[in-house]
């Protein structure tokens, strides 16, 4: 079972992009699929979330403030710079409220997941990381309604939060975590616990790969004539990146970590929570279908910088000759 599940994290990336061609495909060709798709789209997402986060240390916030320096570096970076960076890349689809929103909702939030599974294969600090998941969470969560208030105003915010977000977060963000904070807390005291909590590392990737197709597949066929509109957000999030991988750098050399901490540290201000937010942009109206696909396009793109980052980091940030 370990030999499946490493070879699922090594070809991450190429099953994600299947898994968004074949849904892509899926529903161009057949009508009905769409449909159908979207009935599945929430329960799957709640799958995937509640699996998502069996393997954070919901609780754990002591593991959190054991690794201050990393910690408070981490905050600063995600929520202090990125935004700013955010507001000036976004500007490139000002002029579209329905693309905006997604990229806005996708850049502002720091990923919890697979960015510990990257930044590990370039040798960065996947423990520091995974201590630091539970803050992150937590923090994002407060923050990104006061961002988007900030960035676009009370119109499209009443749209984005009130319409989306808190409905979202109750039922398809909020549930599974505390299902899987009491699965963490039963798993010290009975064995089926346990059982659930390990398989859920196994299924992670197919259960994403699912996932991607479904929501492509449910929203293609309605948006296909803004495709072109959709790729405006490309520039924006190789945009993001490129600035993001220089800055986590500047701000990982002066906050003197380890390496490996350094490293980790790139890898949290370049990818973004995608999987997450997924389920409030599907909640929006229905004339902002098109949002859902600005998300996952984040995810498209940033699995392709990850690709760069896993060889271009440790080149950044070099261990130390001894």
């Not at 929430?42 to 954070?56: C, D, H, K, R, S």
């Not at 939060?161 to 039922?171: D, K, M, R, S, T």
């Not at 945009?239 to 002066?254: D, E, H, K, S, T």
Request: charged content about 10%.
């Amino acid at each position: 079972m370990r030999s499946i599940v490493v070879w699922f994290d090594r070809h991450q990336v190429w099953l994600y992009l299947g898994g968004m061609l074949a849904g892509a495909v899926l529903g161009l060709v057949f009508s009905a699929a769409a449909p159908v798709a979207e009935t599945l789209i929430y329960p799957a997402l709640g799958l995937l979330l509640y699996v998502t986060f069996l393997g954070i240390p919901i609780s754990n916030f002591k593991a959190s403030a054991a690794i201050p320096r990393f910690l408070g570096t981490t905050l600063v970076l995600n929520f202090v710079l990125v935004p700013v960076v955010v507001f000036l890349v976004s500007r490139i689809v000002a002029h579209d409220d329905v693309l905006l929103l997604g990229v806005l909702i996708v850049l502002l939030t720091p990923c919890i997941d697979y960015v510990i599974v990257f930044a590990q294969r370039a040798g960065g600090d996947a423990k520091s990381l995974l201590a630091a998941t539970p803050v992150l969470m937590a923090v994002q969560m407060l923050l990104l309604p006061v961002y988007l208030w900030l960035f676009i105003g009370d119109q499209l915010f009443i749209v984005g939060i009130v319409g989306a977000f808190l409905p979202a977060f109750l039922w398809i963000i909020l549930v599974p975590l505390i299902v899987a904070g009491l699965t963490q807390v039963t798993a010290k005291r009975w064995a089926w616990a346990v059982r659930v909590e390990s398989g859920g590392t196994t299924v992670m990737v197919p259960l994403m790969v699912l996932t991607l197709a479904i929501v492509v597949a449910s929203q293609i066929s309605a948006v296909h004539e803004r495709v072109f509109d959709l790729l405006l957000s490309v520039p924006v999030y190789v945009l993001f990146a490129a600035l993001m991988i220089p800055i986590g750098w500047g701000v990982a050399c002066r906050a003197k970590m380890q390496v490996a901490q350094q490293r980790a540290l790139v890898f949290s201000g370049v990818t973004r929570n995608s999987l997450v937010v997924l389920p409030i942009v599907l909640a929006l109206p229905a004339d902002y279908a098109l949002t859902p696909l600005v998300v996952v396009t984040q995810t498209l793109v940033e699995l392709c910088i990850m690709v760069v980052c896993i060889r271009l980091v440790p080149r950044l940030i070099p261990s130390p000759v001894h």
